[in-house]
């Protein structure tokens, strides 16, 4: 299965977005800043854990690996590029997607690529298109609708699209769309505010979803799970909790990873049973806001990204916590592992894509670790 990140904001990580006003900036010529200010030859030199960094711009709203490996898609509120991976170059920029996108995500064969974007006229209107990998010159539009889908992931089997929107009312939905045939149902059970968040079981029999809002200067977060076959809610674990900006389900299925604030405000990344909600031991981690989360495709890592640009690996197996060195000048918002779990994809608020090399990244944190544990 294609591994996916998605952000719903620009400034703060995972803020609900608000189409409107930004296709409205947009129409006034706001100017994109360009991807860095760091040459890309010295990186290599510096920080010899990075393979390489894809300038973006503006910053990347949501990011997506094929199967494959091959193939990276990043969207942005100009539009979608596209990227070879081996090696990696620029490949194309999705010519007819309407701009602001939201959500990008591959089907789970990689010859199908997802995409949501907003238009402002005749209506506003979120535009649902699916692309041929092999053939990027056209896509086809899927669905409009006048809510807002804030993001999305495909089922293991590809046959459906499962949607995070908010619906007129303001209200937080989950929605599964059809691929083929285009039939969209969305579930009776709401979160109070757009879902902002969404993650998809390896097996396909559950989808968690969040959201979160700022009331009396108070975060308020929402966590549902739902089963994939009945559509019914199954549980609302972590009562309490403040903004949520990840999730990430176990490559086993058995556990649900969530990043976010414990009721005082402190920042962790929870854990729960996948299949009735049931909290389990949290993860130890450092003082930081957790930004972001991916799963190795093997299980054996649990990836953040910190507020502060920082990359850890926990090693779930031994309990270690890896810091990679310093690179990313702003909130390291996107993770996603490739296939085969060698690189580790960082997409930041400084606009750059970094590809890190996770073997290497691990033996510098473990030094590390070894270096401070004898101060």
Known sequence: MALIGSLAGCGRPVEPIDPVAAIDAAAAGEEAVLATDRPTALIAESVPEIRAVLPTAPQPSSLAVSADGRLLAVGDKRG?????????????????????????????????????????????????????????GTGRVVLKSPDQIATMRFSPDGST?????????????????????????????????????????????????????????????????????????????????????????????????????????????????????????????????????????????????????????????SGAMLQGPSYHRGAAVLLAFSPDG???LSAALDRQVALWDVPLLQKTGRAGASAAGKE
């Not at 701009?99 to 979120?126: K, M, Q, W």
């Not at 966590?223 to 490559?251: C, H, M, Q, T, W």
């Not at 031991?281 to 991916?294: F, G, K, M, Y």
């Open 80 to 136: 979608v590029a596209l990227w070879d991976l081996e090696p990696p170059a620029h490949r194309a920029t999705l010519q007819g997607q309407p701009a602001l996108v939201s959500a990008v995500a591959f089907d789970p064969s990689g010859r199908t690529l997802a995409t949501v974007g907003y238009e402002s006229s005749p209506e506003f209107a979120a535009v649902l298109m699916r692309w041929d990998t092999g053939a990027l």
């Open 342 to 344: 060698r690189t580790l």
């Open 161 to 317: 699209l499962v949607l995070g929107t908010e619906d007129e009312e303001d209200a937080g939905r989950v929605a599964f769309l059809d691929v083929e045939s285009g039939e969209l149902e969305v579930l009776g059970a709401t979160l109070k505010t757009t879902v902002s968040r969404l993650a998809v079981a390896p097996a396909g029999d559950r989808v968690a979803a969040s959201s979160w809002r700022t009331v009396n200067y108070s975060d308020q977060g929402e966590l549902v799970l739902f089963d994939s076959s009945s559509k019914e809610e199954v549980a609302r674990p972590g009562s309490g909790i403040g903004r949520i900006n990840d999730l990430a389900f176990s490559p086993d299925g058995t556990t649900l990873a969530v990043a976010c604030q414990r009721p005082g405000g402190e920042w962790t990344v929870l854990r729960f049973d996948a299949a009735t909600g049931a909290a389990r031991e949290p993860v130890d981690t450092p003082s930081v806001e957790v930004s972001s989360l991916a799963f190795s495709p093997d299980g054996s890592l649990l990836a953040m990204g910190a507020h502060d640009g920082a990359i850890r690996l926990l090693e779930l197996g």
